[in-house]
T-cell receptor, first 113, second 110 residues
């Protein structure tokens, strides 16, 4: 099992460009999450999906949209990238229940110039 | 949003020494998790704690769920070079999202 996979691993965007970060898990987990990690800030929740067909805002949702494509896949979209969105983005998944033990992907390092 | 206070923020220790770090919150939790993150990787779950006062070990790692439910502790015995990384705590109240700490960066001096 690969666990949680994310693509791409690195990305550079210009201000105003759009892109979608992809995440997939093969653990049959119901809940999936997107976090961003900035120096000194720890992990901050952007959006989460408690189960297939549902999505909810986390702590820092502005500037992002998400799609729970199916039980395996949860994508994060930046419609118009801004330098403030330069960060490392992590996808995670857990069994049923949004606060259960979460398993993380390897991350996407995004730079917006 | 709320974040947990972790201390120390960073540690520089010699190989073979024991390590202690802790996490405190103004809110009570009913689950505490400890993660380790290595450079360029995502956090990896080390230990999960579910009851106040619980003491759980995973190899050289031992974590405790504080009896006040507002804190948790992680100890690493006889540190080795591969222990290097950032250690995060995370807390959860029933049916709520995880709240993460800001991390403790561990550096081991040969």
């Amino acid at each position: 099992n690969a666990g949680v996979t994310q693509t791409p691993k690195f990305q550079v965007l210009k201000t105003g460009q759009s892109m979608t970060l992809q995440c997939a898990q093969d653990m049959n987990h119901n809940s999936m999450y997107w976090y961003r990690q900035d120096p000194g800030m720890g992990l901050r929740l952007i959006y989460y999906s408690a189960s297939e067909g549902t999505t909810d805002k986390g702590e820092v949702p502005n500037g992002y949209n998400v799609s729970r494509l199916n039980k395996r896949e949860f994508s994060l979209r930046l419609e118009s990238a801004a330098p403030s969105q330069t960060s490392v983005y992590f996808c995670a998944s857990s069994e049923a229940g949004i606060g259960r033990e979460q398993y993380f992907g390897p991350g996407t390092r995004l730079t917006v110039t | 949003g709320q974040q947990l206070n972790q201390s120390p923020q960073s540690m520089f220790i010699q190989e073979g020494e024991d390590v202690s770090m802790n996490c405190t919150s103004s809110s009570i939790f009913n689950t505490w998790l400890w993660y380790k993150q290595e450079p360029g990787e995502g956090p990896v779950l080390l230990i999960a704690l579910y009851k106040a006062g619980e003491l759980t070990s995973n190899g050289r790692l031992t974590a405790q769920f504080g009896i006040t439910r507002k804190d948790s502790f992680l100890n690493i015995s006889a540190s080795i070079p591969s222990d290097v990384g950032i250690y995060f705590c995370a807390g959860r109240l029933a049916n709520e999202k995880l709240t993460f700490g800001t991390g403790t960066r561990l550096t081991i001096i040969p």
